[in-house]
């Protein structure tokens, strides 16, 4: 890792200016009120669906079957004979009339037991087609417009770092990733890193025995360069993993399965999942990836044949999402599940000619669980608005992606609107997701009402400002350093613990540009760091291990 790398994964943060006395309040994780339910065995379960779903061909707009057909000859989902569309619900209106796609069976089981909700047209505004940079957006909770809400942190990791606060330092990770073997931008804090562990690949039953035996004891002598830095920050990660493994292994051993999953590596990865939550890992976000949705080619197999990649793609989506939901309500543990899946973006309206579709915008999601108000949100997209002006492209948003996750964060979740607002806020209308969520999406003995919103922020405590100091590493084994302004050689420090106690009240010189700090006598948890220099006062909240 370069080392301006490193330096804007540690210091890339919003100021968080709390007092001592609000410290106390405002690290300690929300306990419901006598009149609210218990939510914490509550769990977010995000489906990726890696390359751009084809939405046209998932849920066909029936009341513009001949327009759909004509903008889609060869590859459109027939209305007749053995592989025709399945008929989501006679009674919803003209406008909202779908035909699933046949390979959707599952999905079809769902709706019917009124655990399938789904959301047309999403998007974001300013809609990016490039698969990076849009997955980028979609991770970091911002839009085609701007990058407000942070370039270099993920929305899932603010959230988790500053509504999960104190269980950060807890023996399990906050979030769990299968299905990719890249650590999720999404997951990435401000200023906690390793708040997720990524199980790819591994056996989740010897996962920590795997971890435990690599590499070797950790160096015991780091030096005092930029490599000691990289070095140490390293190490610290790795006992944080270790430390996750352990707890995973502990899960998977402790939980089980209920049902037969399909043979598919989709399947596989939410049955692993099933699993842990069955033994009871206080995780709070699964993620796992099916890939393969880049359909610019070969999309169906030939002219009328529905069969073909994505047909195989959505088999394999709706198999393991159906046996996962079986599998959870058959262990009474389905009523704290809720899921979703996204893609980066959808298919243009037209077909190209390849049997397959090009990069679009718009796509729907599916979000499921026990706790979801079955039915559609939206109508049918327009299909008119798809010309060759336009580039064949259905542009109009009816659900910006983040109203979806916002809504389960605070109405699933309970999350209060700061924590919302320092999630993602939605800088194009200048106005806050906590406004703009989505009534209809939960049922109403899962939706929590707004006395029951909490966090571990008080209103306008978080203010968005760029720190001139650098709190590293962090998290930290022993000793934290503090170096940043060149021309400032003394600064004053305090430190607070996670319960607002004042442990440490100093003055410190900066020698050769830094402050170096031991502190192996303090215990493992989550401090606060109060620097005060040049007339400005900076907090950082940093995780000793």
């Known amino acids: 890792m370069k080392r301006r790398n490193f330096i804007k994964l540690s210091a890339s943060a919003s100021v968080i200016g709390l007092t001592p006395i609000e410290l106390q309040a405002a690290l300690k994780s929300f306990m419901p009120y006598v009149a609210c339910p218990d939510i914490s065995n509550r769990k977010l379960v995000l489906i990726n669906l890696a390359g751009a779903n084809d939405g046209l061909n998932t849920i066909i707009p029936l009341n513009q079957y001949d327009t759909y057909s004509n903008l889609r000859p060869t590859i459109k989902v027939p209305e007749s004979g053995a592989n025709q569309y399945i008929t989501l619900d006679s009674t919803l209106p003209s406008n909202q009339q779908i035909g699933l796609n046949p390979a959707l069976v599952g999905f079809k089981s769902l709706y019917d037991k009124g655990w399938l909700r789904i959301m047309q047209s999403v998007g974001y505004p300013s809609q990016n087609k490039s698969h990076f940079k849009s997955t980028d957006l979609y991770l970091t909770g911002n839009d085609g417009n701007s990058l407000l809400n942070g370039s270099d942190t993920g929305w899932i990791g603010r959230f988790m770092e500053l509504y999960y606060a104190d269980l950060v330092v807890e023996t399990y990770p906050l979030a769990v990733e299968i299905g990719s073997n890249k650590t999720s931008l999404g997951f990435h804090a401000q200023e906690a890193h390793g708040l997720s562990l990524n199980i790819t690949g591994q056996d989740p039953a010897g996962f920590y025995s795997i971890l435990n035996g690599l590499g070797g004891a950790p160096p015991t002598n780091i030096p005092d360069s930029d490599y000691g830095k990289e070095l140490e920050f390293i190490n610290n990660t790795d006992s944080l993993s270790n430390t996750y493994a352990e707890s995973i292994s502990n899960a998977f051993n402790n939980g089980q399965n209920d049902v037969s999953y399909p043979d598919t590596d989709l399947a596989d990865q939410l049955k692993t999942v099933a699993r842990l939550i069955s033994g009871d890992l206080g995780s709070k976000v ?260």
Request: with cysteine; charged share 20%; net charge negative.
């Open 286 to 545: 699964y993620m796992v990836r099916i890939s393969g949705f880049d359909t610019h080619n070969a999309q169906v197999q030939g002219v009328g044949d529905v069969l073909g990649r994505h047909h195989e793609l959505l088999t394999e989506l709706s198999g393991a999402l159906d046996a996962f939901m079986t599998d959870i309500d058959s262990q009474n543990i389905a009523d704290d599940v809720v899921g979703i899946t996204f893609s980066e973006f959808g298919r243009k309206a037209r077909e190209n000619g390849n049997f397959g579709t090009d990069h679009g915008e718009i796509a729907p999601m599916f979000v499921f669980g026990k706790p979801v108000a079955g039915g559609v949100s939206g109508t049918n997209p327009d299909l008119t608005e798809a010309s060759d002006s336009n580039n064949w492209q259905i542009q109009t948003v009816q659900h910006d992606y983040r109203q979806t996750f916002a809504t389960l964060l605070q109405n699933f979740l309970g999350a209060n609107n700061t924590i919302i607002d320092a999630t993602f806020f939605n800088h194009t209308l200048n106005d806050s997701f906590s406004s703009l969520k989505l009534d209809d999406l939960l049922k109403a003995e899962f939706k929590l009402d707004s006395e029951c919103f909490g966090g571990t922020l008080s209103n306008n405590n978080i203010t968005e400002d760029v720190k001139n100091w650098l709190v590293y590493p962090n998290p930290f084994r022993d000793t934290l350093n503090i170096s940043g302004i060149d021309d400032i050689s003394t600064i004053a420090y305090r430190i607070y613990n996670s319960s607002g106690a004042l442990m440490i009240n100093n003055i410190g010189d900066i020698v050769n540009g830094k402050l170096s700090l031991n502190l192996t006598y303090l215990t493992s948890g989550v401090y606060i760091v109060e620097i005060v220099a040049g007339g400005r006062k900076e907090i950082h909240k940093v995780i000793k291990i």
